[in-house]
């Protein structure tokens, strides 16, 4: 529901709309997620909170997700870290779409005790461009990676994206 206002509304206006019409939007982007991004799905990563500039989701170990030694594959930790300051980026971006320039993730400890929480804060936004920062715990709060990304924010669907 929320993203078919985003085409008229933009991102941002659409999640506060969507609030102050009280739908739970963490919820409804659960819900998104799980219908649009089969990957999402597979890995079992599950909304907690959005907030303006912030995100904050959960995944565990099981078969996708893990790599050999038991620990969670660095691919997925990438993919996570991605959606959650993509998420977060979405909440600033008054555009109707966006898409990853660059990201950047630091492996600090190898992830072995699920579930995960994955955070993302959006640093500075500007006219096209967004900042965000990312991080991932372990269930005992120890930081395991940390992200550092940039995100193109687009204005209406028709925009043509210059790469230089």
Request: charged share 30%; proline share 2%; with cysteine.
């Amino acid at each position: 529901m929320v993203f078919e206002l985003v085409e008229n509304l933009g991102f941002r206006r659409a999640f506060e709309h969507a609030r102050k019409s009280g739908i739970e939007l963490e919820k409804e982007l659960q819900r998104a997620f799980e219908q649009e991004a089969g990957l999402y799905r597979a890995l079992g990563i599950r909304v907690v909170e959005v907030q303006e500039g912030e995100t904050v989701f959960e995944f565990g170990l099981n078969q996708l997700t893990m790599r050999r030694g038991g620990m969670a594959h660095g691919g997925v930790v990438m993919y996570a870290l991605d959606t959650a300051c993509g998420i977060a980026v979405m909440t600033k971006n008054d555009g109707v779409d966006q898409f990853t320039v660059e990201l950047k993730v630091n492996f600090l400890e190898p992830l072995l005790d699920s579930p995960f929480r994955v955070h993302g804060r959006v640093i500075r936004t500007g006219r096209t461009i967004a900042v965000a920062e990312g991080w991932v715990t372990d269930f005992r709060g120890k930081e395991c990676a940390r992200a550092l990304g940039t995100w193109r924010m687009l204005k209406s669907k028709k925009e043509e994206v210059p790469f230089a």
